[in-house]
């Protein structure tokens, strides 16, 4: 198994520009999510899903679009980049719709995005 | 809302060092507990789990016990090796039921750095 994947591991974008981060499991795994990660600050949820055609806003989802169509991928969309979504995106998936009590989390290696 | 607080850091240690990484939470019900390692260009991994009160997690050397009366999970190794230089994040998980499955809530996390 690959587990989570990511793709691609760095970009830069100018400022307005639209871009697609990539994820993909393949452990069958139901729920996925996305995180992003900023210094000092953790990680933070921006959008889940628990199935494909589900999806659901976490913390911080302004800015962001996701779409579940099939098990495997759950790609995060960036409408108009701004400077503020320079940072790490984590994507991590869980074999379970319900995360039943102490179930784990799977994290893919992360996108660092800066925006200028 | 739910909150997880970890020390300050980051933490300097020599090899063989005692290190204790403080975590505090803050949450409604009974929450499971983790540690997450992440190694320098990599994602997130489980390194250790507590899902009720007074249970002790344990991995690779390192222990957590989740006190409830303290709202605790500290971190704890005995002995660190260079090869436990990474960042930590303590984070917890509502139990499953209504709409918070699957929503990890991180603390800013702690860089750990160990010298030979």
């Known amino acids: 198994n690959a587990g989570v994947t990511q793709t691609p591991k760095f970009q830069v974008l100018k400022t307005g520009q639209s871009m697609t981060l990539q994820c993909a499991q393949d452990?069958?795994?139901?729920?996925m999510s996305w995180y992003r990660q900023d210094p000092g600050m953790g990680l933070r949820l921006i959008h889940y899903?628990?199935?494909?055609?589900?999806?659901d806003q976490g913390e911080v989802p302004n800015g962001y679009n996701v779409s579940r169509s099939t098990t495997e991928d759950f790609p995060l969309r960036l409408l108009s980049a701004a400077p503020s979504q320079t940072s790490v995106y984590f994507c991590?998936?869980?074999?379970?719709?319900?995360?039943?009590?102490?179930?784990?989390?799977?994290f893919g290696p992360g996108t660092r995005l800066t925006v200028l | 809302g739910d909150s997880v607080t970890q020390m300050e850091g980051p933490v300097t240690l020599s090899e063989e060092a005692f290190l204790t990484i403080n975590c505090t939470y803050t949450?409604?019900?009974?929450?499971?507990l983790f540690w997450y390692v992440q190694y320098p260009g990599e994602g997130l991994q489980l390194l250790l789990k507590?899902?009720?009160?007074?249970d002790k997690g344990s991995n690779k050397g390192f222990e957590a016990t989740y006190r409830k009366e303290t709202t605790s999970f500290h971190l704890e190794k005995g002995s660190v090796q260079v090869s436990d230089s990474a960042v930590y994040f303590c984070?917890?998980?509502?139990?499953?039921?209504?709409?918070?499955?699957?929503?990890?809530?991180f603390g800013q996390g702690t860089i750990l750095t160990v010298h030979p």
């Open positions: 991590a998936s869980s074999y379970q719709r319900y995360m039943p009590i102490g179930n784990e989390q799977f």
């Open positions: 452990m069958n795994h139901e729920y």
């Open positions: 899903s628990v199935g494909a055609g589900i999806t």
């Open positions: 949450a409604t019900g009974y929450p499971s």
């Open positions: 507590a899902t009720k009160a007074d």
């Open positions: 984070a917890l998980l509502k139990n499953a039921g209504g709409t918070s499955y699957g929503k990890l809530t």
